[in-house]
């Protein structure tokens, strides 16, 4: 058996009779240009979600972790992407094969943790919906634990081809897309990332199933209805993440499919369009987050107008926080006044518990702030 790992990546690309550009095209400087763009907006977004989870301690629960670590996926994405387009186009043919390895490795492993994340998200929104909780009893450790299991799994699936699982002492059967990468692993990662699509379409589907019943059999108490509402509103924010990654990544991994059993089929056509859906989806995230989530919304706001607030308070011992003394206990004084007048209306005696409840948060809070200002 006689392997080319010395050989140039034009030796390869020749062989699969995919092109690539020695001068800069307009279509070339079109596609990177636009990539970059993407990139950094991909990038921006992204950090913006991880920090308004970190700052925000209303987001301090499993299923946020979990979308916190979505929203790293996808910032390894933009990372990844923007290293392709530093190697692309005319770049391409400087790269050794070691080099090209690791610029496939980078979008297979953003790829896997991003799809394994959503199955992991999946599954607990299954176990918490089911006992209609808004958020899991999982610990803190295990959410470590399975965060960093799941960039495990990531990180080996990016290096598998790197290891042995290739075309290049096997010419025979290299791709038409990833002239290096042998077809038989195409087809598995197509497969097994299409499979796990539809698992979690199942998943979601009985989730689904399951509210709408449930939904039927609940009382009319006021926190009743409102705990319904923010389950429910949570889930199709869930949904509309998981909706968005099928649609922009089904279409890429149906052409590797064929690419990895049709060596007729051309599938160097739409190669381009449908990376270009593919790398959508890491900045369509938070704009889902916004979008569906008042707190989440209101938390990018703080961020992005801290330095604006910062220097309109200077020489001020409060700043710009997030859920700080102050705020908590503003929230007690206001939640705690609406108890109270609403019990005053309402004269029943079987909530008092809960007036007594504001004002003992509402006594608390007080005496905390006090505290952090003495």
Avoid at 31 to 57: E, H, P, T, W, Y
Avoid at 101 to 109: A, C, E, H, K
Avoid at 113 to 130: C, D, G
Avoid at 297 to 318: D, W
Wanted: charged share 15%.
């Amino acid at each position: 058996m006689v392997c080319y790992d010395n050989m140039s990546i034009e030796f390869f690309y020749n062989r699969s009779m995919k092109n690539i550009s020695k001068t800069w095209q307009p279509k070339d400087i079109v596609v990177v240009s636009l990539g970059f763009s993407v990139c950094f907006f991909v990038i921006f977004a992204n950090i913006l979600v991880m920090m308004a989870i970190f700052m925000n301690r209303r987001f301090h629960y499993p299923i946020y972790y979990l979308l916190g670590n979505l929203a790293a996926a996808d910032l390894f994405a933009g990372v990844s992407y923007m290293y392709l387009m530093f190697h692309t186009g005319p770049w391409t043919i400087r790269l050794t094969v070691y080099q090209w390895f690791i610029r496939q490795g980078l979008i297979d492993t953003s790829l896997t943790a991003s799809v394994i994340n959503l199955m992991a998200i999946a599954l607990e929104r299954h176990q918490t919906i089911f006992t209609m909780q808004l958020h899991s009893k999982m610990t803190n450790h295990r959410v470590v634990l399975l965060i960093i299991g799941i960039w495990l799994i990531a990180i080996v699936m990016g290096l598998v081809p790197t290891m042995g699982w290739n075309c290049v002492c096997n010419m025979d059967v290299c791709s038409t897309m990833a002239p290096l990468y042998s077809r038989s692993y195409l087809v598995f990662w197509a497969v097994l990332n299409l499979l796990i699509f539809m698992v979690m379409v199942a998943v979601y589907t009985r989730i689904f199933i399951y509210v709408r019943r449930k939904n039927h059999r609940m009382s009319q108490h006021t926190s009743q209805v409102k705990h319904k509402e923010t389950v429910v509103n949570l889930m199709k924010t869930v949904v509309l993440i998981l909706g968005c990654f099928v649609v922009c990544w089904t279409p890429g991994l149906v052409l590797l499919l064929l690419d990895g059993l049709c060596k007729s089929c051309d599938v160097l056509t739409y190669e381009k369009f449908f990376l270009v859906m593919a790398e959508c989806n890491s900045f369509m995230n938070p704009i889902i987050y916004s979008y569906r989530d008042k707190d989440m919304r209101n938390t990018f706001k703080r961020i992005l107008c801290y330095a604006c607030r910062s220097s309109q308070q200077t020489g001020e011992h409060s700043g710009v926080r997030f859920n700080t003394l102050e705020q908590e206990a503003r929230r007690a004084r206001d939640g705690g006044g609406e108890q109270v007048n609403g019990e005053q209306e309402n004269g029943e005696q079987e909530n008092g518990g809960q007036v007594n409840g504001g004002k003992v948060v509402l006594k608390d809070a007080d005496k905390m702030l006090e505290d952090s200002e003495s």
